[in-house]
């Protein structure tokens, strides 16, 4: 039996990897360097109300195709603490990552957009919310322990 069904076996293991796109040295490295991963920041609002703390845990991310990236993500954030499978754009700017999303709509969170730049360890950009919030957010990644 098992004769039988290892040809199919393989073949079905060979287009799971055909399925998978080719990374560049740059992809592979953001991939690394964001899977395993809490950002662990703050983020500021537009009125002016001050400074509150950020934190996001990836456990994963991985290349879907073209700028088209999954984030298997925690959100922590304003009393929601959420677990789901994100899937964001990509842009690059020479060497460094830009995560990317407009109007992205997050059950139970909202409607949101923002630019983030990932560099050395750390992340920066600005968010904005369908309710007319928005701000900046930054902090570090870091690794998570195993």
Do not use: C
């Amino acid at each position: 039996m098992i004769l039988r069904i290892a040809p199919l076996l393989l073949l079905v293991g060979a287009l799971a990897q055909e399925s998978q796109p080719a990374l560049t040295p740059d992809e592979k490295e953001f991939q690394e360097s964001m899977s395993g991963v809490t950002l662990n920041g703050h983020y500021t609002r537009k009125d002016g109300s001050g400074l509150s703390d950020d934190k996001y845990t990836i456990d994963k991310i991985s290349k879907v195709k073209g700028d088209l990236w999954r984030f298997e993500t925690r959100v922590q954030y304003g009393g929601h603490d959420l677990k789901m499978p994100i899937e964001l754009q990509v842009k690059w700017a020479g060497d460094t990552p830009v995560i990317t999303l407009t109007n992205l709509s997050i059950p139970g969170m909202g409607s949101f957009t923002a630019r983030i730049v990932i560099y050395k360890g750390q992340y920066a950009g600005t968010w904005s919310s369908a309710k007319g919030h928005g701000g900046q957010l930054f902090g570090n990644i870091v690794k998570n322990a195993p």
